[in-house]
C-alpha cells in the first residue's frame, strides 16, 4: 500500500516475553519516528530516525527498548522482558524530509497494539 | 472506509486573530477524538482529549468540539500567539479491545505571523 504500514496490528505477550513491531514507512522517505501511546492519553515520543541513523533515542523508557533501522527503511521496535505498563498502542510515522518543520506532512500508521498479561 | 479529513491544510493568520481549525471524519461511531499538536523536531503534545459521549473540552486558550452526528470537530484558538505556530493534528480512535484503531488526519500547518 502507499501509507505507512506496521505489523502486527495486535499482540498479546506474557510478562517477560520479548516482542518485535514492525514500521514499514512510505517509501523513500527520510524521517522515521516511533511513539507509545497509553489508553486515554496522548502519544509519548520514543526515538527518531534520519534513514539509517538513529538521531534521537531520548524518550525510550528503559534500556529494555531498542530500535533500528539498519537499511534506512523498514524499522524494527523491540522490548525486551515486557511488563504490564509496556500496554500501550506503538505508533510509528515518517516524513519525505529531515526533522519536520511546519507544513512537512507526517505520516502515521495505524499502530500496532500491544498488551502485556 | 473510516477517514478523517483536515481543513485547511495550512494556515497564517496575524497574532491576536481568534481562529478555528476544522476536523471531520466519515464514521460517526467514534470511541474518541484527540487533538495534538506537533513542533518541529519535536514529538506529539496532547491537548484535548474528547469522549464520544461528551461535545466539548476546553483547555486555556483552546476550545474543541464535538459533533458526532454531522462527523466535525473543531479546534478553537483564541487570541493566537507566534508560539502557537505548529502542526495541529487531529486522531479518532474507533472500537474497543483488541478491535481498537486510531485514524489521523494528515494536519493543519499553522503560522502566526508577529
Known amino acids: 500500500g502507499a501509507g505507512v504500514s506496521q505489523s502486527p496490528r495486535y499482540k498479546v505477550a506474557k510478562r517477560g516475553q520479548d516482542v518485535a513491531l514492525r514500521c514499514d514507512p512510505i517509501?523513500?522517505?527520510?524521517?522515521l519516528f516511533w511513539y507509545q501511546q497509553a489508553l486515554g492519553q496522548g502519544p509519548e515520543f520514543l526515538t527518531y530516525?534520519?534513514?539509517?541513523?538513529?538521531?534521537?533515542k531520548s524518550g525510550l523508557p528503559s534500556d529494555r527498548f531498542f530500535a533500528e533501522r539498519p537499511e534506512g527503511s523498514v524499522s524494527t521496535l523491540k522490548i525486551q522482558r515486557t511488563q504490564q505498563e509496556d500496554s500501550a498502542v506503538y505508533l510509528c510515522?515518517?516524513?519525505?524530509?529531515?526533522?519536520?518543520?511546519?507544513?512537512?506532512?507526517?505520516?502515521f500508521g495505524e499502530g500496532s497494539w500491544l498488551t502485556v498479561v | 472506509k473510516q477517514e478523517v479529513t483536515q481543513i485547511p491544510a495550512a494556515l497564517s493568520v496575524p497574532e491576536g486573530e481568534n481562529l478555528v481549525l476544522n476536523c471531520s471524519f466519515t464514521?460517526?461511531?467514534?470511541?474518541?477524538l484527540q487533538w495534538f499538536r506537533q513542533d518541529p523536531g519535536k514529538g506529539l503534545t496532547s491537548l484535548l482529549l474528547i469522549q464520544s459521549s461528551q461535545r466539548e473540552q476546553t483547555s486555556g486558550r483552546l476550545n474543541a468540539s464535538l459533533d458526532k452526528s454531522s462527523g466535525r470537530s473543531t479546534l478553537y484558538i483564541a487570541a493566537s500567539q507566534p508560539g502557537d505556530s505548529a502542526t495541529y493534528l487531529c486522531a479518532v480512535m474507533y472500537g474497543t479491545g483488541n478491535n481498537r484503531k486510531l485514524i489521523w488526519g494528515l494536519g493543519t500547518s499553522l503560522a502566526v505571523n508577529p
Open positions: 530516525f534520519q534513514n539509517e541513523a538513529q538521531l534521537d
Open positions: 510515522a515518517s516524513s519525505l524530509f529531515g526533522p519536520p518543520s511546519s507544513g512537512n506532512t507526517i505520516y
Open positions: 464514521d460517526s461511531a467514534i470511541y474518541n
Open positions: 517509501s523513500g522517505h527520510v524521517s
